[in-house]
């Protein structure tokens, strides 16, 4: 039996698995569906991870993660897990995708979440070159520029007020004329000179050149469109928690969750479960960045063993 199982190997999970094994838990597997390093992978560039100066990528940041972690131990199996169950006796079974299965004394859960993408033309082609679903990472390539948010959400509002910090204008385009977002955000946003809202408007397009985004069309309901220059486009259109694998077979949680799929825990990374965790962009009020994923890994994993030991 597995002191410890870590689902999920991006960077909440691949920290999870440092701390636990360094911190002298004995047999600990981390399973990751596919290659180790996390979403983060997916970037050409990070500047805010802390300490890392010049320019790096996300897969050149990850590269070394794995082998640290396997230096003090780290068992690492690329399987799916499909599910997470707890037996009477509190021992957890993880369920692989094969239908093979082991058990573990704790769990730390660190799967991530997968923004939505909103669906228009040149969304994909332009991802990472003008197109992001990152303020925080990305706003800053942008400072002193225009940029466009495109959401009427809790998370495109706030991130449109982040954006209006860095930016010399934001274009607030929404579908709709009214927000879902909290009434003290769409007042703070209203009340902001320097974003623009553009409503009842659908994007259509991001058009570009060989060096990336130079402008969206929208469509507005009335029929007629609209071409905004900008060389940013942020959507915030939701998230998709990755959350199966803690979906019984009755079609319950195995823990609590909030009404959008997150996994509810305390500051120690615990859940409603003993000896299950979370980590990383899975949990609620995650602020989806690499160092609090890593912070949060290293928070569960001291847990874990704590956990582990006291049982
Ligand atoms: P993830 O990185 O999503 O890792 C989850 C892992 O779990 C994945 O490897 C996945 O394959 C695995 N997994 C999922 N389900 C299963 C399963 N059922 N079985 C086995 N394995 C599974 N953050 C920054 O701080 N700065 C940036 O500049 C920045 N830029 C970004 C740019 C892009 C394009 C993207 C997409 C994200 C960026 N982020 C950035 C955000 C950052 O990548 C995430 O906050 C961070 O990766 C979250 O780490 P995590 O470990 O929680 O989840
Ligand atoms: P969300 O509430 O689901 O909002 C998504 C927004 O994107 C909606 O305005 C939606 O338009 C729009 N949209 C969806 N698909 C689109 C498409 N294909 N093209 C154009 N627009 C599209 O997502 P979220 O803002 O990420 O928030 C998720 C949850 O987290 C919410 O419950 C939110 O309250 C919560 N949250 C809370 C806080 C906070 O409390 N501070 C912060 C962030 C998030 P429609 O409105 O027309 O559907």
């Known amino acids: 039996m597995l ?3 870590i689902i999920g190997g991006g960077p909440a999970g691949l920290t999870a698995g440092l701390y636990t094994t360094r911190g002298g838990l004995a047999d600990v597997t981390m399973f990751e569906k596919g290659m180790p390093g996390g979403q983060i992978t997916m970037s050409s560039e990070i500047e805010n991870y802390p300490g890392v100066t010049g320019h790096i990528s996300g897969m050149d940041l990850m590269i070394p993660w794995p082998e640290q972690c396997q230096k003090f131990g780290l068992k690492h199996e690329m399987a ?21 299965s082991v058990e573990a004394k704790s769990v730390i859960v660190c799967t991530g979440s997968t923004p939505k993408r909103a669906g228009f033309i040149g969304e994909d082609v332009f991802f990472g070159r003008g197109v992001s679903t990152c303020a925080t990472c990305d706003g800053f390539f942008y400072k002193g520029k225009e940029v466009a948010v495109i959401g009427g959400g809790d998370t495109a509002l706030e991130e449109a007020l982040y954006l209006a910090k860095i930016c010399a204008k934001v274009y607030l385009i929404h579908r709709r004329d009214t927000f879902r977002a909290a009434p003290s955000t769409i007042e ?14 659908t994007p259509e397009e991001v058009v570009g050149d060989a060096s990336g985004v130079t402008g969206i069309r929208v469509a507005f309901a009335e029929g007629t469109t609209r071409h905004i220059d900008v060389p940013g486009v942020f959507t915030f259109v939701g998230y998709n928690v990755n959350n199966q694998v803690l979906i019984q077979e009755d079609g319950s949680f195995l823990c609590d969750m909030t009404p959008w799929g997150e996994v509810k825990v305390d500051l120690s990374m615990k859940t409603s479960v003993p000896g299950l965790f979370a980590a990383g962009d ?4 995650a602020p989806k960045q690499v160092v609090c994923a890593a912070g949060d890994g290293a928070v569960a994993a001291l847990q874990a063993i704590a956990y582990v030991d006291h049982h």
């Open 3 to 5: 002191d410890c199982a």
């Open 80 to 100: 799916e897990v499909v599910r997470v169950s707890r037996g009477a006796e509190g021992i957890f079974t993880v369920h692989k995708g094969d239908g093979s």
């Open 188 to 201: 703070r946003v209203k009340n902001t000179e320097s974003i623009e809202l553009v409503l009842n408007a």
């Open 282 to 285: 899975m949990r609620e009020q």
